[in-house]
């Protein structure tokens, strides 16, 4: 949870909370440590620690730098423009003695080194906190508990099944920043409602239903649950496959499973689910698993971070937690609505690795999260630029030292060293490596970077495709590429351009025989990430035309109604099959892994800087006015959409209206 005050705001609440905690004559212990740190800026966490013998009913703690200045923060109302002072938020105010509540925030050297201030307030008796500095790779404290712990004792926060997560009505970010401020809100609940995850062995047991209950803490707000019918023996299965063994003992201690999706509850982000919910309709989807991205360093920590989201996949007793790697120096090499933070000739290698790849190991590698199936996938849209952008310059560069493979082949490293942890490397989708020089040049040079790690082919999973995009499983009117009309192959219509796959299913299984015969494992699995590629509504079609003319036959047969396949930035697709393992052969799951609602990328060209992620830009790609260049067709990009990430309620709305099965 994070609020930021603007300067000069919340000073009297703050002192307010002290002498709430004067009153108590309750001392704490205040600790001051750095996380992270590179060459202009850095993430700090700080440590309030209850060792009194009472109970501590609001706390506040302020600081002081030399030249070092925060940026933005979490779990805690930050005020003031140096000195700093950061209180309580109500729900974590309250310490009972020995326990311990933290909050962090990212800040920015400006041109000086990362400093260890003092820290003072009432709450953290007169000697004052101490400092410590510690790197990525350092031991987490095993004694903080953030936002997100299980409750303790009466009176503390319960987890996500009573616990309510509000946004205010303005914010359009990912996390819920606007303009440097954020409106995230959890209030505590005193009833907990069923379990939220979805459970499937197969597609046949995965037919869920949405009920709706309300949390009692506070505000009232509804959450939903979602409750599937699981045989005995799928029952079965999830319990075997569950290992109490910590994730940094040796791998036999634990009992890898072929699919981490089959038989297990998945987990439910919380942050999405509540954005969800505040949307008309939006509980028919709020209780689907959905991926959480790591796009950046800052996004490992802020709002509640991935280990915020990790203790939330513990409180909800799931089994299977899915999030992005999503952050290779060069990113999104050939557009510009994902711009990365890191570049290559900015040492951006060396920051992926230390700043970025080693924290999230280091989270991953706690114990506490050693029962979890814990799901990667592995940077988005990235080999697959590779295969077919070398002429751009950007892309040229990913594709040497210090790139794509080098840096995908070190996350690979890294993870594979996690029992618990099951990476899917990311092939784009049909309608980009679909024609078969790019099929057979991709699976060459996606097959050699996974083959080349330290693991070779089991350092993977699997593969996922359509990845944030929308071509369908399948076009039901337009079975067979080879039919002739009006004497040519569908194929060759202007929508397929020669390219034999109109859908990602028959794509994800020939990927997977093709990996196969080049020496992966037998048990290799896909992923199809159907969040946005159902396409119904009112615009489906239902049935073949009857047209002689063959772009005819093919505009009035299909139901993916771009202008174009290659039209990628906010399409008006519609919610595609739910989340449910072993859908078809070879297939380890439907998934969705770009949450809806999320923005592809800014529509104007005339657009203000993300203020958490500068380097977005405006791509043409998702602007209405503009055409597709290769294509000379409309981009058919919705209009008034935010930078990539950030809530898109209008996009939100469209995706429900055009699901496909339709929604409860």
Sequence with gaps: MIT??????????????????????????CTYSVSNEWSNGFTAEVSVTND????????????????????NGWNADISGDNPYTASDLGWNGALQPGQTVSFGFQGETNGGSVEQPELEGTVCGDSGGTSSSSTASSEPDQSSSSASSEPEETGQQCNWYGTTYSLCETTQSGWGWEDGESCIARSTCESQPEPYGVVGEDSSSSESSVASSSSSAGESSSSSSVSSSVSSSSQSSAVSSSSSSSSSAPDGDYERVDNPFAGTEWYVDPVWAEKAMGEPGGEAIAGYNTAVWMDRIGAITDGIGLKGHLDEAVNQGVDTFMFVVYNLPNRDCNALASNGELLIDENGFEIYQQDYIAPIKEILSQPKYSDLHIVAIIEVDSLPNLVTNTDVPSC?????????????????????????????????????????????????????????????????????????????????????????????????????EWNPYFGELEFAQDWRDAMIQSGFPS????????????????????????????????????????????????????????????????????????????SDGVSTPDFEEDPNDPNKQHDGMCNPEENNEDASVPTGALPNAPHAGRWFPEAFQLYLENAHPPLD
């Design 52 to 71: 009194g013998a009472s109970a501590i009913d609001g706390w506040d703690v302020s600081w002081e730098y030399s030249n070092n200045r925060i940026t």
């Design 4 to 29: 930021i005050l603007k300067k000069g705001s919340g000073l009297s609440a703050v002192l307010g909370l002290a002498m709430a905690a004067a009153s108590q004559g309750a001392a704490a212990e």
């Design 396 to 496: 040229q560069e990913a594709a040497g030292p210090g790139g794509y493979v080098d840096g995908i082949q070190h996350a690979l490293n890294e993870l594979s060293d996690l029992p618990n942890v099951y990476s899917y490397v990311d092939i784009a989708h049909s309608g980009w490596l679909g024609w078969s020089d790019n099929f057979s040049e991709a699976v060459q040079l996606i097959g050699d970077t996974v083959k080349g790690t330290e693991k070779g082919v089991d350092s993977i999973a699997g593969y996922v495709t359509n990845s944030a995009n929308y071509t369908p499983l399948e076009e039901p009117y337009l079975p067979d590429p080879s039919l002739q009309v009006g004497g040519q192959p569908v194929r060759s219509a202007s929508f397929y």
């Design 523 to 598: 048990d290799i699995g896909m992923l199809i990430d159907t969040g946005r590629n159902g396409w119904g509504g009112p615009n489906r079609p239902e049935g073949v035309s009857d047209s002689s003319d063959l772009d005819t036959y093919v505009d009035e047969s299909r139901i993916d109604r771009r202008y174009h396949r290659g039209n990628w930035c906010n399409q008006p697709g519609g919610v595609g099959e739910r989340p449910q393992a072993n859908p078809e052969p070879g297939i380890d799951a439907y998934v969705w892994v770009k949450p809806q609602g999320e």
